[in-house]
């Protein structure tokens, strides 16, 4: 069955970086396109960053200049660097995949941008 696992959330001031990780399991990882959302308190889950199988990558909103996604397609990993942070980036990150007409998301990793 399709596993996603999340890690490397945590507290971070205003301007910080973290480096967020995703390990992938159970589907054909490396011809699908992954994604990063979030989730804030209070509100809907949002779409933050995908990457193809091949590498190509799109960005949504504030994400864009900020945030780099890549993946490691032998290790059927996915990463989500986010530097410049902001109070605003505050959510749960987890990733996703949309596999077999349904849509995957593993549990998340909390990130806490605060001085």
């Known amino acids: 069955q399709v596993q996603l696992v999340e890690s490397g959330g945590g507290l971070v001031q205003p301007g910080g970086s973290l480096r967020l990780s995703c390990a992938a399991s159970?589907?054909?990882?490396?011809?699908?396109?992954m994604t990063w959302h979030r989730q804030a308190p209070g509100k809907e889950r949002e779409l933050v960053a995908g990457?193809?199988?091949?590498?190509?990558?799109d960005y949504v909103g504030s994400a864009k200049g900020r945030f780099t996604i890549s993946r490691d397609n032998g290790k059927k990993m996915v990463y989500l660097q986010m530097n410049s942070l902001k109070p605003e980036d505050t959510a749960i990150y987890s990733c996703?995949?949309?596999?077999?007409?349904?849509?995957?998301w593993g549990q998340g990793t909390q990130v806490t941008v605060s001085s």
């Open positions: 996703g995949v949309f596999f077999r007409n349904s849509g995957y």
């Open positions: 159970g589907f054909n990882f490396s011809v699908y396109y």
């Open positions: 990457i193809t199988g091949a590498g190509d990558t």
